[in-house]
């Protein structure tokens, strides 16, 4: 089963609470925390790749506790117009979610191996890179 | 006694719909399966494009004249200064310029979010430019200051004017230091950890008539999305070739070319506005070159394929900026293009700067263009200086 990698947005009242406990214990979900952070306003974001039997209750669980989930594709988003294809991007790339198409040379975007770095909108000369989180 | 053909036959076969026209990468084929001389009796024009990052761009802009009219001495297009050298309401936006408050390296690496070639893109696309002016005041041209919007469209003239572009090979660039470090060639990671280049490689033009045997002061070209011309050959034009160890010709090294054309005719998604991180801002230009193929000589260097065409891969930590020189090897676009390359024994990653597929793009526009009758063939007036000029850089020595 593949792993469903997924962004919470937590309020300040859900973000001190021990939510991937209960995920791993009540719901038996295999949890890789990709990326956590909480700003100043105790509002947080968490990226997680998520795998399990249970997986749709454990989903059901968070919106219950009033977390916000999104597929990660939904978050980081390739600008299609703005993008030339030029492939500058692939060579920072430490996951390979972006890549070049051999022999048409065109940039691919599969959003499930991201990681999150971000180097890609650092270096992408046109700023075609989107990331919501 | 192989096949010779003038630019009037050539225009004649466009205008009567029967030119044959491939692209650089469709000769490549055909010269394979049927040979040169067959080729060259069949074909009369190559087209080839390239998508990439030319710093040396920008436009020469008439804004016309307020009420009461103003000599403009300094002017600013969305906060990017413009050169005002020049006559009153007229004034050059350079691709490289970055907007008045931008932090540049302050904060390394910097951003370099908006500059020149961001207002020509904008420009192009159509949008509301914000203008602000000022001038010293005199008694043609009282008014000093002003603040307004133009469009592209509310101008007079808008000419695109780069003196430096289309370069015919360049470095495949790499970073031998224990740093990252930022540069023209985009962001290369330490210890051999990648390795840019910025060539269409076997779609490149002047990689695919490095003799410059047909291009020359008026010839006509895709441009951005519209019609332009080589006007002169451009600055640090020195064509030659590059050589293996064994004295073996292996590509061409570092022709250039000045190109003009009217930015009302061309569109966005051929002038893209960039920047590299801690480097600064620059505009992508999309163009594209016809080759006549007047005869079996000048086919047999526009088919050269990317396993035939090389780049020296240079060191951007110590090498290029203290002009030291030399490279660390030679690779083929081939193996560019394959994704790896072997650079001291080391397995390295590679990735383009320039965009292959829009260069394919260029190339099968251009060749529609041909074939309707549009784009008749702009016979030089004077050809450019090739590899037999013994052009080479002069340095700049500190007195």
Known sequence: MAPHKIVLRFTPTTSDQPIIYHLVKDYDLVVNIVKAKINPHLEGTMVLDLVGERYEEGIAYLRSQGITVHPLTQEVVRNHDRCTNCGACTGHCPAAALYMERPSMEVQFNGDRCVLCLQCVKVCPVRAMEVRI | MGVERTYAEINARIKAGKAVVLTAEEVIDKVREQGLAKTAAEVDVVTTGTFGPMCSSGAFLNFGHSSPRMRMTKVWLNNVPAYTGI????????????????????????????????????????????????????????????????????INEAILFNPRNAYQNYNCAVNLSDKTIYTYMGTLKPRLGNANYSTSGQLSPLMKDPNFATIGVGTRIF??????????????????????????????????????????????????????????????????IPIPILNEEILRFAALSDEELHAPVVDYSESYPNRIGGNLGLVSYAQLKSGKITVQGKEVPTAPLSSYPKAREIAAILKDWIQKGDFLLGEPSQLLPGPNAGLTGKTLEIR
């Open chain 2, 87 to 154: 006559a009153a309401v007229d004034a050059y936006i350079g691709a490289t310029e970055i907007a008045e408050d931008d932090p540049t390296n302050s904060n390394f690496p910097g951003e370099f979010r908006y500059g020149g070639g961001h207002v020509i893109e904008d420009l192009v696309a159509g949008k509301n430019i914000k203008l602000k002016a000022l001038s010293y005041g005199t008694d043609c041209y009282p008014r000093k200051e002003i603040e307004t919007t133009i469009s592209l469209q509310d």
């Open chain 2, 223 to 288: 441009l951005g999305g519209g019609i332009g011309y080589v006007v002169w050959n451009g600055t640090q034009h020195f064509p030659g070739w590059l050589k293996d160890e064994k004295g073996n010709i292996v590509g061409s090294a570092g022709g250039t070319l000045s190109v003009l054309g009217d930015l009302k005719q061309m569109k966005p998604q051929w002038l893209r506005g960039a920047r590299f991180l801690g480097y600064g801002a620059t505009l992508n230009v999309g163009l594209g």
